[in-house]
C-alpha cells in the first residue's frame, strides 16, 4: 500500500479515466435502468399521481395514508411471513439435503442435486400454472390424495382459503428456492478441510460433533450467501401470487410487491405505489447491509 | 486473438439483433395484405332504399373515407364479446372493411377479462393504448372516458343514429355531462343457467317455471337444497378470485330480495341496503352453495360445463353457443333468469361497441371513426357484426336470428333488462372491492361489515372523479 | 469397541433412512414436471377426472393443436432503421414466435450482461480511480432491490424513450441489474497485480492489458455468469408482464400467463404451453450441467 501514496496526479487521472471508460456501458445500464427509476420513484411519492392527470403535490401525505392502510400492513406482514418461514427452512433443509448426499457416490449425489434444481429452471409461470392445477378445489390430486388416505374429511379449497393460501404459496416457493443453496451446500461440504475431520474422528468425536464443531465453521460463509440470495429471491416472490391467487382470499396472501402493482393497474394510484416501493427499499437496504456486515466480520 | 473474434462476433451478434428487434414494437399480429377494393365505397350501400336513414348517418365519414390522405394502421383491441375474441371471425370482418376501405390497415389484439383491464392501463402508461377498443360503457365511458382517455364521438351519433338506438343503450353511451364515448354495436341481458338433467334427476324442476324462465327466492332455496341432498356437493358457486364475471355475482344478490348496486341517479353505491345483506346471509348459509376465492366468471363456465356445477351464474346465450359449438356441454342447459321474491327479475345487461382512445393523431382518430360507421352502420356488415357477437342489436335491425332457435330461446330475457348502473363513478375501483368483499364474507366476516366497507371504498372512489 | 460399532450403526442407520427420505422428496420435487408434461397429453376427459390418471389411458396431441391454432404471427420481423422496409418471415403459431423472442431475449440480456459486467467488475476491482468506493456501494445497495418496485417509474421511462411494447425494455433492466458486476468484480480481485504491471512494461495499454491478461484469468466467472443471466431472463416474469403487450412481442412465459387467463381451466392447453415454456430450458439445463453447478459454486465461493 506505500505505492499509493506515491501514486502521483497523472497516475490518479490516468487510473480515473481509465475505470470510467471500462465501467461506462455498465454504468449506462444501470444509471439509466436502476438509480434513475429509484430516484423518480421516490420523487413521485410525494405526488398524488394518477392516470392522465397532473400530478399535485401531496407532501408525505402517501406516507401517513400508507401506515393507516390496513391492506397495506397485511401485505408487509404477510411479505414478513413468506420471508421469515421460507428463508430459514430453506437453509435448514437444503443443509439437511446436501449432508445426506454430498459423500454418496457421484452419480447419485449429481442426481439428487440436479432433480432438486429441475423446479429452478421449471420457471415460475409453468411451476405456477401447474401447482394451480394440483391445488385445484374440485380436480386437483392434493384433494384425491387427501380424501383418499384420510388425511382431510373432504376437499379443501387450498387457494381458496384464507387459513391455507399463505401456506400453499410458501411450500410452492420452498420447492423453487432450495436447488441452488443444496449446489452450493454439497460442493462448501466436499471441500471442507478432510484432514481435520479425521484427526477429530481419531479423537474420538462423535458425526454429530464432528459436523458441528468442524464442519459448521467452514461452510458459514456459503450459508452467508444462501441467506442473502434467498432473502432477495422470497422478497420477490410475484409471479406465484399475480398468478395463483392475486392477493385473495380477503388479502390474505397480498405481498408488498404484488400490492404495488396492484394499486399502479387496478387503482391507478401510481404515487402511493410509488411510496410503498419506497419503503420496501428502505426495509431490504437495511436488511442487506446488516447481512453484508455480517459477512464481512466473518 | 481467438477471444476478440468471438467478442468481436458476440457485438455483432447483438448489433444485428438489434436491428431485428427495433421495429417491432409498433403493431399487433398483422391482417393479410387487404385485396383491391372491388368497388368504390358508395357502391356497397346500394340496397339501402329500405333504410335511407342509415345511409345517411354514415354519410358523412364515408365521404372523408374516399380522401387518400385517409391511409392509416390503426389497432384495435377487443374484449372476448361473442366471436370478437375470436381471430377468424375478425379477421373475416376486418377484409370485408378493407374491402371498402384498402388504405386503412387494422391489427388486432384479443383480451381477456381476467387481465385485460391491467394491460390496457399498462398501455396507457407505456404510451402505447390502442387506437379502437371493444368494450362496455363501464370502461368506455365510466372508466377512460371519465379520466378524459377517449374522443368524443358526437359526430357518429348524428340525429338520425340517435333516432334509432334504443333510449337505454344510449344514456348508457354518454357520460354524465353528455359527452358520447361509445358507439354501440350489441347488448345482451346476462342471466344464469342450470343443468337440467341433474336438476331433472333432484325432482328440482317443479320449483322453476321454464317457460318463463323464472322462480321465486323461496323455489330456488327449495331447488338448490334438493340439487343438494340428490348428492350434488357443489351446486353453484359465488366465485370471487377477481372481477372476470361479475355481473353473475351482482345480479344474483341484488335479485334475490329485489336490492339495488346503485341508487337510480348512479350517483351512489347502495350494495349495504338491508335486502342486499339478507340476499348474502342467505347465500352464505345455503349448503351446496360456496364463496370460492379460487375461481372466476370464466372457470365457473367451464365448470359448469363439464358437470362440476350445476349451476351458472354467469350465463348468456353466447356462453350456451360457444361451449356448444366446442363440444364441451354433454347435457341440456336451461337459461334462467335470476330468482326474486318479486316475480320481476332485473336483469344485468350487458352493452358493447367501440370506443376511440384519444392517440393525438386526427388521421388515425378519422380512420377509426371510419372503422366504426362501418362495422356498425353499414346495412350488411352491421348484421354480421352482432351476429359476430352472438348478441342482439342496439336497434332495429329486423330479425336478424330468424330460425336460430338458441337466440330464440334467450331472446325472451331481453324484457327483463334492468338498469344500466354501471355507468357510476369509480366504477374500476368499486368492482375490485366488490370481489374483495366476497371474499370477506366467504371467509367468515361479518356480512354487514364487509359491505359496509365495500360501500365506503366504492362511494370514495365514486366522490374522487 | 462396543460403543463404536454402535455409533457406527446408528450413523449408517440415519444415514440409510434419510437417503430414502430424500429420494421420496425428490420424486415429490420432479412430479410437477412430470405433471406438466403428461398433462398436455390427455384428453379433457382425462384432465378434469376427479381420479387423476397417473398414466394417461389415451396420448392425444388435442392441447397442442389448440395451442398452435390459436393465433398466428410472423416468425420474425427486421426493420430496416430509416428505410421503413420491414422484413417479415412466414406466418406462424404465436407460441414458435414467442419461443423465439425468448431466446432471443436471453441470449442479447446475456451477452450484454456479461459484456459490461467483466468490463465494470474489472475496473471496480483494479482501477484505483475516484468515486470507486461511492459506485461500488451504490451497487451493492441496489442489488437486493426487487425490480417491482421501480416499475412505475420505469414503465413511464420505457414509454418516454418509446421503448414500450418492445423486448429492449426487458432487456436493458435485467443488464442495469448490478449483480453482474459485482460478481464480476469478486472474480477480478484474484487477477495477479504483478502480471499487469509486466504487460504495461511490454507496453500493452489499457485495453489490451485487460483483454490478454484480465480476460482469460476471469473466463470461468463470465461463463457462471452467462449461465445466470440466461436463465433469470429466461424466467423472468414480472418486466415482461409490464413492458409487452402485443401479441406477437410476447415471450414464452407471459404468453402462457395470458393463456392461463383466458382459459383458467382448460389444463391441458395450459400444460402444453408449460411444456413448450419449461422442456428447452430443461435440456439447455441437463447439457450444461456440470457447467451449472460449477458457475453457481463459483460464484458463491468468490462473493
Redesign the interface.
Known amino acids: 500500500m506505500s505505492k499509493n501514496n506515491s501514486m502521483s496526479k497523472a497516475l490518479v487521472r490516468r487510473e480515473t479515466i481509465a475505470g470510467y471508460a471500462f465501467m461506462l456501458p455498465s454504468l449506462i445500464f444501470f444509471l439509466g435502468f436502476v438509480i434513475y427509476p429509484m430516484v423518480q420513484c421516490v420523487f413521485t411519492s410525494f405526488f398524488d399521481a394518477t392516470m392522465n392527470r397532473e400530478d399535485i403535490f401531496v407532501g408525505f401525505a402517501n406516507y401517513i395514508e400508507l401506515f393507516q392502510d390496513k391492506v397495506f400492513l397485511g401485505a408487509l406482514k404477510n411479505t414478513v411471513i413468506i420471508v421469515v418461514v421460507s428463508v430459514p427452512v430453506t437453509c435448514i433443509f437444503s443443509l439437511w439435503v446436501s449432508s445426506v448426499i454430498y459423500d454418496l457416490a457421484g452419480p447419485a449425489c449429481s442426481a439428487f442435486r440436479c432433480i432438486f434444481y429441475l423446479p429452478v429452471v421449471t420457471g415460475s409461470v409453468a411451476v405456477a400454472v401447474v401447482w394451480k392445477w394440483m391445488f385445484n378445489n374440485y380436480y386437483g390430486i392434493f384433494n384425491y390424495i387427501g380424501t383418499n388416505t384420510g388425511l382431510i374429511e373432504k376437499n379443501i379449497n387450498w387457494l381458496g382459503d384464507e387459513r391455507f393460501a399463505l401456506g400453499c404459496i410458501i411450500l410452492i416457493l420452498l420447492t423453487t428456492s432450495v436447488g441452488q443453496p443444496i449446489v452450493l451446500y454439497v460442493s462448501a461440504l466436499n471441500n471442507v478441510d478432510q484432514s481435520l475431520v479425521e484427526a477429530a474422528e481419531v479423537d474420538g468425536a462423535t458425526k454429530f460433533q464432528c459436523f458441528w464443531k468442524i464442519k459448521w465453521p467452514q461452510i458459514m460463509p456459503t450459508t452467508l450467501y444462501i441467506l442473502v440470495i434467498t432473502t432477495i429471491n422470497s422478497f420477490q416472490c410475484f409471479a406465484l401470487i399475480q398468478l395463483l391467487t392475486s392477493g385473495g382470499p380477503n388479502h390474505s396472501t397480498d405481498t408488498i410487491m404484488y400490492y404495488i402493482y396492484y394499486n399502479a393497474f387496478k387503482l391507478y394510484r401510481y404515487g402511493y405505489g410509488n411510496a410503498m416501493g419506497v419503503v420496501l427499499a428502505i426495509i431490504i437496504a437495511v436488511l442487506s447491509a446488516v447481512q453484508f456486515k455480517m459477512a464481512e466480520s466473518k | 486473438m481467438k477471444k476478440r473474434k468471438f467478442m468481436a462476433l458476440a457485438l455483432s451478434c447483438v448489433m444485428v439483433c438489434s436491428l431485428a428487434a427495433c421495429g417491432s414494437k409498433d403493431t399487433g399480429t398483422s391482417q393479410p395484405a387487404p385485396e383491391p377494393a372491388p368497388a368504390p365505397a358508395p357502391a356497397e350501400k346500394t340496397d339501402d332504399g329500405a333504410e335511407s336513414d342509415s345511409s345517411a348517418d354514415s354519410q358523412t365519414p364515408t365521404d372523408t373515407a374516399a380522401d387518400a390522405s385517409q391511409a392509416a394502421d390503426i389497432t384495435l383491441w377487443t374484449y372476448p364479446v361473442g366471436n370478437w375474441g375470436d381471430s377468424e371471425t375478425v379477421n373475416s370482418m376486418i377484409s370485408n372493411f378493407n374491402a371498402v376501405y384498402p388504405d386503412i390497415h387494422v391489427t388486432v389484439e384479443y383480451l381477456d377479462y381476467t387481465n385485460g383491464d391491467d394491460q390496457i392501463n399498462t398501455a396507457i402508461e407505456g404510451k402505447q393504448a390502442p387506437d379502437l377498443v371493444l368494450e362496455g360503457p363501464e370502461r368506455l365511458v365510466a372508466n377512460w372516458g371519465a379520466k378524459g382517455l377517449m374522443v368524443d364521438l358526437g359526430d357518429l351519433w348524428t340525429d338520425e343514429a340517435k333516432s334509432l338506438i334504443y333510449d337505454s343503450v344510449q344514456s348508457a353511451c354518454k357520460s354524465n355531462d353528455g359527452v358520447f364515448y361509445e358507439y354501440p354495436l350489441c347488448m345482451t341481458a346476462h342471466t344464469m343457467a342450470v343443468n337440467r338433467d341433474i336438476f331433472e334427476a333432484a325432482g328440482a324442476l317443479q320449483y322453476l317455471d321454464e317457460t318463463t324462465g323464472t322462480w321465486t327466492t323461496e323455489n330456488f332455496q327449495k331447488a338448490v337444497q334438493a340439487v343438494y341432498d340428490y348428492g350434488q356437493q357443489n351446486v353453484g358457486a359465488v366465485y370471487c378470485s377477481g372481477q372476470g364475471g361479475d355481473q353473475g355475482t351482482r345480479a344474483l344478490i341484488n335479485n334475490l330480495y329485489g336490492g339495488t348496486f346503485t341508487n337510480a341517479e348512479h350517483t351512489e353505491y347502495t350494495a349495504n341496503s338491508e335486502e342486499n345483506i339478507k340476499a348474502l346471509e342467505l347465500l352464505k348459509s345455503m349448503d351446496g352453495i360456496n364463496f370460492d376465492a379460487s375461481i372466476a366468471g370464466g372457470d365457473e363456465v367451464n365448470m359448469f360445463c363439464n358437470g362440476t356445477f350445476a349451476m351458472a351464474f354467469c350465463w348468456n346465450a353466447t356462453q350456451e353457443k360457444n361451449n356448444a359449438d366446442q363440444g364441451n356441454i354433454n347435457f341440456d342447459v336451461l337459461p334462467m333468469a335470476f330468482p326474486t321474491e318479486s316475480g320481476e327479475p332485473q336483469l344485468c345487461g350487458g352493452i358493447w361497441g367501440f370506443g376511440i382512445f384519444d392517440n393525438g393523431d386526427p388521421a388515425k382518430i378519422a380512420a377509426a371513426k371510419t372503422f366504426i360507421d362501418f362495422m356498425a352502420n353499414d346495412e350488411k356488415q352491421a348484421v354480421e357484426s352482432v351476429k359476430a357477437s352472438n348478441f342482439w342489436p342496439v336497434k332495429d335491425l329486423g330479425n336478424i336470428y330468424d330460425g336460430d332457435a338458441l337466440m330464440s330461446e334467450y331472446a325472451k330475457f331481453i324484457p327483463y333488462m334492468g338498469d344500466y348502473y354501471q355507468v357510476v363513478g369509480g366504477w374500476a375501483e368499486a368492482r375490485t372491492a366488490w370481489w374483495n368483499m366476497l371474499q370477506q364474507v366467504g371467509s367468515g366476516t361479518d356480512v354487514k361489515t364487509a359491505v359496509e366497507e365495500f360501500v365506503t371504498t366504492a362511494n370514495a372512489a365514486a366522490s374522487a372523479q | 469397541m462396543y460403543m463404536k460399532q454402535n455409533?457406527f450403526n446408528r450413523?449408517a442407520c440415519y444415514?440409510m433412512i434419510?437417503?430414502i427420505i430424500?429420494a421420496i422428496?425428490?420424486f415429490a420435487?420432479?412430479f410437477?414436471?412430470y405433471?406438466?408434461i403428461i398433462?398436455s397429453f390427455k384428453t379433457?376427459a382425462a384432465?378434469?377426472?376427479?381420479?387423476?390418471q397417473w398414466w394417461p389411458q389415451e396420448w392425444v396431441l388435442d392441447n397442442y393443436r389448440k395451442l398452435f391454432s390459436?393465433?398466428?404471427?410472423?416468425l420474425?420481423?427486421?426493420?430496416?432503421?430509416f428505410t421503413g422496409i420491414?422484413l417479415?418471415g412466414p406466418e406462424v403459431p404465436?407460441a414458435i414466435r414467442w419461443l423465439l423472442n425468448t431466446v432471443?431475449m436471453s441470449?442479447?440480456a446475456m451477452?450484454?450482461t456479461c459484456?459490461?459486467?467483466a468490463?465494470?467488475g474489472?475496473?471496480?476491482a483494479k482501477?484505483?480511480?475516484?468515486?470507486?468506493t461511492l459506485?461500488f456501494s451504490?451497487?451493492?445497495?441496489?442489488?437486493?432491490?426487487?425490480?417491482?418496485?421501480?416499475?412505475?417509474?420505469?414503465?413511464?421511462?420505457?414509454?418516454?424513450l418509446?421503448?414500450?411494447?418492445?423486448?429492449?425494455a426487458v432487456i436493458?433492466?435485467i443488464?442495469?441489474?448490478?449483480f453482474g458486476?459485482f460478481l464480476m468484480k469478486q472474480f477480478s480481485e484474484g487477477i495477479p497485480g504483478e502480471m499487469m504491471e509486466a504487460a504495461k512494461i511490454d507496453g500493452a495499454n489499457?485495453w489490451k492489458t485487460?483483454?490478454t491478461i484480465a480476460?482469460?484469468l476471469i473466463k470461468p466467472g463470465i461463463g457462471a455468469l452467462a449461465i445466470f443471466t440466461f436463465?433469470n431472463s429466461?424466467?423472468d416474469?414480472?418486466m415482461q408482464?409490464?413492458?409487452l403487450?402485443?401479441?406477437?412481442?410476447l415471450t414464452i412465459?407471459?404468453g402462457?400467463?395470458?393463456l392461463?387467463?383466458?382459459?383458467?381451466?382448460?389444463?391441458g392447453l395450459?400444460?402444453a404451453?408449460?411444456?413448450l415454456?419449461?422442456i428447452p430450458?430443461?435440456v439447455i439445463?441437463?447439457i450444461f450441467?456440470k457447467y451449472?453447478?460449477k458457475g453457481?459454486?463459483m460464484g458463491?465461493?468468490k462473493?
Open positions: 455409533q450413523a444415514k434419510s437417503v430424500i422428496l425428490a420435487f420432479a410437477p414436471l405433471w406438466i398433462g379433457s384432465i378434469n377426472a376427479t381420479t387423476p390459436r393465433q398466428v404471427a410472423e420474425w420481423e427486421i426493420n430496416i432503421p420491414s417479415k404465436a432471443f441470449v442479447a451477452l450484454l459484456a459490461t459486467s468490463m465494470a474489472y475496473a471496480l482501477k484505483r480511480f475516484i468515486g470507486r459506485v451504490l451497487i451493492v445497495c441496489a442489488m437486493a432491490l426487487p425490480k417491482q418496485v421501480i416499475l412505475i417509474p420505469l414503465l413511464r421511462e420505457m414509454a418516454s418509446e421503448l414500450y411494447n418492445t423486448i429492449w436493458f433492466p443488464v442495469g441489474w448490478p458486476v489499457e485487460f483483454y480476460l482469460p436463465i429466461w424466467n416474469y414480472f408482464l409490464i413492458m403487450t402485443s401479441t406477437k412481442n412465459s407471459l402462457i400467463a395470458k392461463q387467463a383466458e382459459n383458467a381451466t382448460d389444463f395450459i400444460m404451453g408449460a411444456s415454456a419449461a430450458i430443461i439445463f441437463l450441467q451449472f453447478t453457481i459454486t458463491a465461493v462473493g
